[in-house]
């Protein structure tokens, strides 16, 4: 069931990324890492369909969502002000495994939107995970704020930052190094571009630790009923990146045809 929310605010968070904040409603509440919302523009304004977010967070007084200007539904989204209307519903989905004590996470570019959600919500919870944070060049990343020892923090928890051309923290990819960097850890989550992902998910499997990887792709019900969303399965079949997913178990994945 759509619902019709109310947004506070839509700020620029970047380069062409804005944070948008809605009043939360029956939209945040069991919100978890990893999950998405479907919003679109309330009804009678173009376009027509719905398009998925990651949430970004949850309060008692909202729940955001980070996205970047990529089409002309996130352009006509980033002209909304606080007091415009949004229809929306959710939360949707498979969100991340948040049981693992030693966690590794991996946000490359906008994975970050959803990451950031789940890197607070394990320090609240007593888990402090390593925390990598990779993007093409420093205009690519996301307003966050530094503390007095220059750690980038990002909603409250830090992350070490790497830029494939080095003009912020370390210089490579963030998949440079990812077998040393598995050393201890019990379980990997994964968001960023696909080829990342199956890097990624190489490593893991080669080395025998889980990952769990945030797909994307296009959909229009985020219900399962459109089966837009649907990537090849490990063991024959589909998985629903709408319901099977975002987040699923790496194994389950056939990587080479996705």
């Not at 989204?77 to 966690?103: H, Q």
């Not at 946000?107 to 390593?130: C, H, K, R, T, W």
């Amino acid at each position: 069931m759509s619902l019709r929310v109310k947004v506070i605010s839509n700020q620029p968070a970047g380069e062409g990324v804005y944070l948008l904040e809605l009043e939360p409603h029956e939209l945040g509440r069991g919100a978890m890492p990893g999950q998405f919302v479907m919003l679109k523009p309330a009804p009678g304004r173009d376009p027509l369909l719905a398009r998925p977010f990651s949430i970004h967070g949850v309060t008692e007084n909202s729940l955001s969502v980070l996205y970047k200007i990529i089409g002309r539904g996130t352009a006509l989204l980033s002209g909304f002000s606080a007091g415009d209307i949004v229809e929306a519903w959710g939360p949707l989905g498979t969100g991340y495994n948040l049981d693992y004590r030693k966690p590794l996470l991996l946000a490359g570019g906008m994975g970050i939107a959803s990451l950031a959600f789940a890197a607070s919500y394990l320090q609240e919870n007593g888990v402090d995970p390593e925390s990598i944070y990779g993007a093409a060049t420093v205009r690519d990343l996301v307003e966050g704020y530094y503390d007095s020892d220059g750690r980038y923090f990002i909603s409250g928890a830090p992350w070490q930052i790497i830029t494939e051309d080095g003009t912020y923290g370390e210089t490579g990819l963030i998949t440079g190094g990812l077998d040393e960097k598995l050393a201890g850890i019990d379980g990997v989550l994964a968001c960023g571009p696909l080829p990342m992902l199956k890097a990624v998910a190489q490593v893991c499997a080669e080395k025998q630790v889980p990952l769990d990887a945030s797909l994307e792709a296009p959909m229009a019900c985020g219900l399962g009923a459109c089966l837009g969303c649907a990537v090849p399965a490990s063991q024959g079949g589909y998985l629903r990146v709408c319901k099977e997913g975002p987040v699923v178990d790496a194994g389950k994945v056939d990587w080479e045809r996705v």
